[in-house]
């Protein structure tokens, strides 16, 4: 199932304390924790098929109903069998093994829909981690680390991509595309260049993107936040990759780089990197050289 409020939240909805609200199903395992200790915020449950029953029953509502609101509602283990007996049962699990990613709510908009600002874990993909509303940029749940969200009221174009990324999603289905596998080669394509960048020296807008996500300077503390900043910084050029991916002319440009029916690798100076960097507004991209490696002198 996926979790959208605190367990004692809905635990409170039935009037009931989270630990009865437990036990209406037999437990395989303990919830996952952390290897250095304390519960993951991430984790999720999994129900067979009479577990399902009883949780349709204490919220009143079908099961086909549950089945389009949560995700992780027809996931199947092999721990949890659907016994003759009809007897119920219960498993954790760590949600990302389920049924994808899994990032934190905004606190804010749950306040907004249940009243109370506490803390929610959603199946959320990459491309919608930007709450316009708030002006928060939603943080991966899986990692053992205090934030939930970054404040990216100070970068607009990150809310702008979002925006945009619904045309490049109808764009893809258009063209037979799934705008899943799009996006995922686009942001493999900017995480790539993420790596490179300390070298840029004409790089200057990813360095004030992170430096404003921090809280305005990350100081003593920049490989920590290279780390925590890094998908809302290049959310911006990984919307405009997936859009360059989907035209024509730069696949037409990238056969001609690749070997035009010869195969080669695509060379770093080449024409389509060349026009990515004009559509990230890098020109310089593509004449970008790696430093000489020292130890092989």
């Avoid at 503390?221 to 990984?238: H, K, M, Q, T, Y």
């Amino acid at each position: 199932m996926r979790i959208v409020e605190g367990r004692h939240g809905v635990a409170s909805r039935y009037g009931m304390e989270a630990k009865a609200l437990r036990s209406c199903w037999p437990w395989r395992n303990y919830p996952p924790g952390h290897d250095g200790g304390g519960a993951r915020a991430d984790a999720d449950v999994l129900l067979n098929a009479a577990g399902r029953q009883v949780l349709a029953g204490l919220c009143g509502v079908t099961e086909g109903v549950l089945a389009r609101a949560l995700p992780s509602w027809d996931s199947r283990d092999a721990k949890l069998p659907d016994r003759e007996d009809g007897v119920p049962a219960a498993a954790w699990r760590i949600a990302g093994a389920v049924a994808g990613p899994v990032a934190f709510g905004c606190r804010l908009c749950t306040a907004r829909r249940t009243g109370a600002p506490v803390r929610v874990v959603r199946y959320t993909p990459l491309w919608e981690r930007v709450c316009a509303r708030h002006g928060g940029w939603l943080l991966d749940s899986d990692a053992d680390q205090p934030l939930e969200h970054l404040d990216v009221r100070g970068v607009p174009e990150v809310a702008a991509a979002r925006r945009r990324w619904a045309g490049v999603a109808r764009w893809a289905v258009r063209t037979g595309a799934e705008p899943e596998r799009v996006f995922a080669l686009a942001h493999a394509v900017v995480a790539r260049w993420w790596e490179q960048a300390f070298s840029w020296e004409s790089e200057g807008i990813w360095p004030r993107r992170l430096h404003q996500v921090a809280g305005g300077n990350a100081g003593t503390d920049l490989e920590r936040w290279r780390i925590v900043g890094r998908d809302a910084v290049v959310f911006p050029e990984g919307g405009a990759v997936a859009d360059a991916l989907l035209d024509p002319a730069m696949a037409q440009l990238a056969w001609r780089d690749s070997g035009a029916g010869r195969p080669r690798p695509l060379s770093a100076d080449g024409a389509v990197f060349r026009r990515f960097g004009e559509r990230v507004g890098r020109p310089w991209l593509g004449r970008w050289r790696r430093p000489p490696d020292r130890g092989s002198r």
